[in-house]
């Protein structure tokens, strides 16, 4: 049970964020034993995602001279781990839209977390250390930084009027919302959606990285995905894409980056670097958000 300040988060209704369905339909991904074919059974129930993934199938992201009809298609064509990430990015867009937040504009928040799910996967593929990289579950790296906020949103919801005053005293001494979270109150965002996250049943690859993206220096556990994170999320900050309006981010992300190649990069080199993924940050939040839609 999700529980702040006192008040209760009774059921998942209150953040319809996911579905049983789509959690079911991770484990099914994740299962060895699955067939394509039941995977496939099991979206097409869906009508409204089926047809999401068609169309981003036949997209300019992975486009080929061969289209892709169904469901089954795109799963051989793609694979696994991309209908996975791709069916979490689309249910948590239709689940966002349901929502309406006093403090959190929702577009922004989006934005956010796509960008740092972008960037997660995209640090993990080119720049993390092959140690991480093997023991880990690649897949979880894109949907532990898409869901990494989830949160600031129970946050939002259970009391609109601390998060606001929260906001307010991170932008008077510049400070970033994690600290003053923890320095005003008991709680953290990114505690409370760990919490969150295994409760709906999500894998603690997913789960454990989201509860230490603010301080991924201190996990004992899925290092790689927590450093990743924590990069991607001030990354994606420093592109431009902040979860809240007023948001301060001066987190030190050096430790993190030792984790990676970035660090043995020149400055010159470096710089080089970071402004290709900015600029492959801003394709993707534009595409996704023609594919999408915007909150
Ligand atoms: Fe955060
Ligand atoms: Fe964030």
């Known amino acids: 049970m999700i529980e702040l300040y006192g008040k209760k988060l009774e059921n998942f209704d209150d953040l319809p964020v996911l579905s049983e369905t789509i959690i079911k339909l991770l484990a099914l991904l994740d299962d060895i034993n699955s067939t394509n074919k039941q995977i496939a059974r099991i979206i097409s129930l869906d009508v409204v995602l089926s ?6 199938a036949n997209s300019p992201l992975y486009a080929s001279n061969k ?9 051989m064509k793609l694979g696994r781990a991309e209908i996975k990430n791709m069916a979490m990015t689309i249910k948590f867009s239709s689940a966002l839209k349901k929502i309406q937040l006093k403090n959190i504009n929702l577009d922004m928040f989006w934005k956010h977390s796509l960008a740092t799910a972008f960037l997660s996967n995209k640090l993990m593929k080119e ?3 092959k140690k991480y990289y093997r023991a880990e579950q690649q897949s979880s790296f894109y949907i532990a930084g898409l869901l990494h906020d989830i949160g600031l949103l129970i946050f939002d919801i259970l009391d609109p009027d601390k998060l606001e005053e929260l906001e307010k005293i991170a932008e008077r001494i510049k400070n970033n919302i994690a600290e003053v979270e923890l320095n005003e109150t ?6 409370e959606g760990e919490k969150l996250l295994k409760e709906m ?6 789960s454990y990285p989201v509860g230490y993206h603010h301080n991924s220096v201190d996990s004992k556990d899925y290092e790689g995905i927590s450093a990743i994170v924590n990069i991607s999320d001030v990354f994606a900050s420093q592109f431009g894409y902040y979860p ?8 030190n992300i050096d430790e993190p980056i030792k984790l990676t190649s970035l660090s043995d990069l020149s400055d010159e080199d470096f710089k080089i670097a970071y402004d290709e993924l900015k600029s492959a940050t801003e394709m993707f939040i534009s595409f ?7 909150q």
């Open 51 to 56: 047809a999401k993934i068609i169309s981003l």
């Open 288 to 294: 996704a958000g023609l594919m999408l839609g915007s």
């Open 186 to 191: 008991k709680y953290i965002h990114s505690k």
């Open 67 to 75: 289209p892709v009809n169904d469901v089954l298609q795109a799963i």
């Open 127 to 129: 720049y993390l250390d």
């Open 201 to 206: 049943g999500l894998p603690e690859s997913i």
């Open 244 to 251: 809240l309006q007023s948001v301060v981010y001066n987190h």
